[in-house]
Nanobody, 117 residues
Framework: QVQLVESGGGLVQPGGALRLSCAASGIISIFNTMGWYRQAPGKERELVAAITSNGSTNTADSVKGRFTISRDNAKNTVYLEMNSLKPEDTAVYYC???????????WGQGTLVTVSS
């Protein structure tokens, strides 16, 4: 079974940077999408960014130009480079993997990112 191991969350000052990592273990299809979602207190979970196996990306307007998603297929790892962080970015960030065929979806446990002085 596929498992996701997240790392990189923590406390940073406004304008600072963090890098999140998520490594997937187990057998997964070569046709998959890896991504990051986030959920702030009292708000809906939202897509931050996603990336396909061939490198195609989709990034939310709220973080476009500040966050960059990338992946290392050899390591089955997805990264989220977060720059120019704002207090509004404070949330629990969740890693996600989706396989189209066979169809399955796996979530990480979440890692807290806090942007504060």
């Amino acid at each position: 079974q596929v498992q996701l191991v997240e790392s990189g969350g923590g406390l940073v000052q406004p304008g600072g940077a963090l890098r999140l990592s998520c490594a997937a273990s187990g057998i997964i299809s070569i046709f998959n999408t890896m991504g990051w979602y986030r959920q702030a207190p009292g708000k809906e979970r939202e897509l931050v960014a996603a990336i396909t196996s061939n490198g195609s990306t989709n990034t939310a307007d709220s973080v476009k130009g500040r966050f960059t998603i990338s992946r290392d297929n050899a390591k089955n790892t997805v990264y989220l480079e977060m720059n120019s962080l704002k207090p509004e970015d404070t949330a629990v960030y969740y890693c996600n993997v989706v396989s189209v065929w066979p169809r399955f979806e796996v979530w990480g446990q979440g890692t807290l990112v806090t942007v504060s002085s």
